[in-house]
């Protein structure tokens, strides 16, 4: 497998969500991981799919990886996403991997190929819950502490699975 890993400053990371609803789904997650070079990883959650066409339930993690670039965490993500022969037909369609970049520590892009904060991220409890795992005192520029976010969401349909990606 292709190696992807990003590098960046000492100490800063950026927050990539991870999630997968075809094949192997937990593996998919796992694959990623290995590829982007992780500092911390949250529990696994399963969600229902947001937006887009009916389709299977979600395996969603947040990740922390070395903060780099806009443009070099977008080629690690790509990277990713196509050694897990991710597929792009159907807008929000099912997916053998996504993986979106969050943030990157104050950083604000508004490159329209890559921007951070990711402009969703505020509303998608599959993306706060987990964060919360691995940076219970997150701030997501722009919107705020990420525990006051995920106070004010619907959260119900996020549930954490016994499985873990540290293996």
């Given at each position: ?24 789904r937990l593996e998919r997650l796992y694959a990623a991981t290995r590829m982007l070079g992780v500092v ?128």
């Amino acid at each position: 497998m292709p190696q992807s890993t990003v590098q960046g400053p000492a100490g800063r990371t950026a927050v990539l969500a991870l999630g997968s609803n075809l094949g192997d789904r937990l593996e998919r997650l796992y694959a990623a991981t290995r590829m982007l070079g992780v500092v911390a990883v949250s529990g696994v959650y399963e969600t229902a799919s947001v937006g887009g066409p009916d389709q299977d339930d979600y395996l969603n993690a947040v990740v922390l990886v070395p903060a780099a670039p806009p443009h070099a965490l977008l080629a690690a993500v790509r990277s990713a996403e196509q050694a897990a022969l991710r597929v792009r037909t159907v807008h929000w369609g099912p997916r053998t991997l996504d993986v979106d970049v969050i943030a990157c520590g104050d950083l604000v892009s508004d490159d329209p190929e890559i921007l951070i904060p990711h402009p969703r991220a505020h509303t998608r409890a599959f993306v706060c819950v987990p964060w919360l795992d691995v940076e219970p005192d997150a701030i997501l520029p722009g919107h705020g502490r990420v525990a006051d976010l995920v106070a004010g969401m619907d959260v119900s349909g996020v549930r954490r699975t016994p499985w873990n990606l540290n293996r």
